[in-house]
């Protein structure tokens, strides 16, 4: 069974930038989908981004309020998958959470534990 850990959180000023990362161990890391969620407080968990397990993204999978500043890659030979999120905004403090779901599975069915994002104005 896959396992995901992520990492990179941390307090930031509007405008800074962070570079999560999500480390898998247990399973064949490069035949799973893999995306980010996240959950302010007090919010349902959002949908942030998704990639292939070739490598490939769809511009379309990325919601407004994070695109063109958010962008995902992974690098299958590290079994990690990174989140590089640019000119953060107070509205983007959340919990970031990593997820991976099998090539022909409905739902994200793996999760790590989180990783807190605090953005100050």
């Known amino acids: 069974q896959l396992q995901l850990v992520e990492s990179g959180g941390g307090l930031v000023q509007a405008g800074g930038s962070l570079r999560l990362s999500c480390v898998a161990s247990g399973g064949l890391f490069s035949t799973y989908i893999m995306g980010w969620f996240r959950q302010a407080p007090g919010k349902e968990r959002e949908f942030v981004s998704s990639?292939?397990?070739?490598?490939?993204?769809?511009?379309?999978t990325f919601p407004d309020s994070v695109k063109g500043r958010f962008f995902i890659s992974r690098d299958n030979a590290k079994n990690t998958v990174y989140l590089q999120m640019n000119s953060l905004k107070p509205e983007d403090t959340a919990v970031y959470y990593c997820a991976a779901k099998g090539r022909y599975d409905t739902q994200y069915n793996i999760w790590g534990q989180g990783t807190q994002v605090a953005v100050s104005s």
């Open positions: 990639i292939l397990p070739s490598g490939g993204v769809l511009d379309l």
